[in-house]
């Protein structure tokens, strides 16, 4: 039978009950066959509590110390699933990052993965047992403890996923799948059985909060077959039923996407608008306004630079709305008598919205009908950004729902 990957997240491992039901699932899978690797993450809410302890020591913890401690959620998460295992009466074993060991770079808490060593793993796997093994963190050259950053459990159970050449990873959550568009604003939105790795991608960088954006890189980078799938069902279900359930995030020609132009409607509050006015227009103009930026480690995400009118130009841009206030104080101390801005203006109340599918390469017409929908209902466009398989747009964020449903239905993303 096939090797399997199977990640499960806080809300999965949130107790002692839901570990053994973790555990049943897993001994499930085992019994038919599979050789099963497993990936938790820290028991709900323990990452946050172990940070808090932190912060009471220390205001601003040392980030080694801080990784050495944050960590240690993953390692009772495994072994508690490995007794969990062992109860009911499987060989399991449990594994910290570093014993694999999985090496990654020194960038304490943001750390990349750089290799995985699958001796270990193998060995055991091949002398039948279940190999779990921590996820969110590794260990660098000089033998410190790392971690991936918040979500990088998703990444963990895909680079080892990767390395083993797994058949599929499987990552289970508290949702049943990818869905057209989030469920609570759209009571109509529809799970997807398949989506591609680039719409994937798109929907997690643009809000989607269902699988961490660098862990959809590494499953498409590395082809990895990965399906996200509910941990809330029966343990028990029919094997069958479970293995086509959820939605797998699959190669292009493997998810008959022509039929559907339109994958998904994906939204983010987190946004804000910062408009530099009169700057002269010259070559070099936009790295002065965006390199202090830069350097005090902002994202940027849409940029727009109007047409010059007498040697001047309006030169805007959106960053995260939680950099708002950071962003224009370093433009208004950096910037803007430096290259003779006239004045920098915000707003931080508005939100992206934005339509994915891989359809649109083969498809015309897809941002006229977009901005059609939003003009009929009265939505202003304030920015727009474009990709191949994505076209966003910036609006006032008192519309985003609304637009929201009215893109949803005007692409009929509630038929099948």
Same mark, same amino acid.
């Given at each position: 039978?096939? $090797? ?14 839901? +570990? ?7 001994? &499930? ?23 808090? $302890? ?47 060991? +999985?090496? /990654? ?27 779990? +093994? ?11 403890? /790392? ?32 869905? =057209? ?21 798109? $929907?997690?960088? $643009? ?25 809330? /069902? ?39 608008? +910062? ?6 227009? &010259? ?29 001047? =130009?309006?030169? =805007? ?100």
């Amino acid at each position: 039978m096939a $090797l399997i990957v199977h990640k499960y997240g806080g809300t999965s491992m949130g107790s002692t009950e839901r +570990i053994k039901n973790v555990a049943k699932r897993v001994a &499930k899978w085992h019994d038919a066959g599979h050789q099963i690797v497993v990936v938790p993450s820290a028991m709900s809410g323990e990452t946050n509590r172990l940070i808090g $302890l932190a912060k009471e020591i220390m205001p601003q913890p040392d980030p080694r110390e801080l990784d050495m401690l944050a960590s240690t959620g993953e390692q009772v998460s495994v072994a508690l699933l490995s007794m969990a295992l062992q109860t009911i009466g499987k060989e399991a074993v449990s594994y910290a990052g570093w014993q694999v060991p +999985i090496k /990654t770079d020194s960038a304490y808490t943001k750390a990349r993965i750089q290799s995985i060593d699958d001796v270990r793993v193998r060995k055991d796997l091949e002398a039948g047992k279940v190999v779990i +093994i921590t996820g969110f963190q590794g260990v660098d050259d000089r033998g410190n403890i /790392t971690t991936l950053g918040r979500g990088g459990s998703d990444t963990s159970a895909v680079a080892v996923a990767a390395a083993l050449k797994a058949a599929e990873c499987l990552i289970y959550t508290d949702v049943d799948g990818v869905y =057209t568009t989030d469920p609570r604003v759209v009571s109509e939105a529809r799970r997807l059985k398949t989506v591609t790795f680039e719409e994937m991608l798109e $929907l997690a960088s $643009l809000g989607s909060k269902v699988l961490q954006i660098r862990s959809v890189e590494f499953a498409g980078n590395y082809k990895v077959p990965t399906r996200v799938l509910s941990s809330l /069902t029966d343990p028990l279900m029919s094997l069958e039923e479970e293995a086509s359930s959820g939605t797998l995030i699959s190669f292009e020609e493997d998810t008959h996407m022509e039929q559907a132009v339109i994958s998904g409607i994906a939204f983010n509050r987190d946004e804000a608008k +910062i408009t530099v006015l009169g700057v002269p227009d &010259k070559p070099g103009i936009a790295f002065q306004i965006l390199g202090p930026i830069a350097d005090a480690n902002i994202e940027v995400d849409m940029i727009i630079q109007n047409q010059s009118v007498d040697g001047k =130009t309006d030169f =805007t841009f959106t960053v995260p709305r939680g950099e708002y206030v950071k962003a224009m104080d370093v433009l208004n101390k950096n910037v803007k008598e430096h290259i003779g801005a006239g004045s920098i203006i915000g707003d931080s109340k508005v939100s992206k919205v934005s339509v994915v599918g891989v359809g649109m390469r083969s498809h015309v017409g897809i941002a006229s009908q977009m901005f059609r929908t939003l003009s009929e209902e009265g939505i202003n466009i304030q920015m727009i950004s474009t990709s191949e398989i994505k076209i966003s747009v910036l609006i006032d964020e008192k519309y985003m729902e609304l637009a929201v449903r009215a893109l949803h239905k005007a692409f009929d993303l509630e038929k099948a």
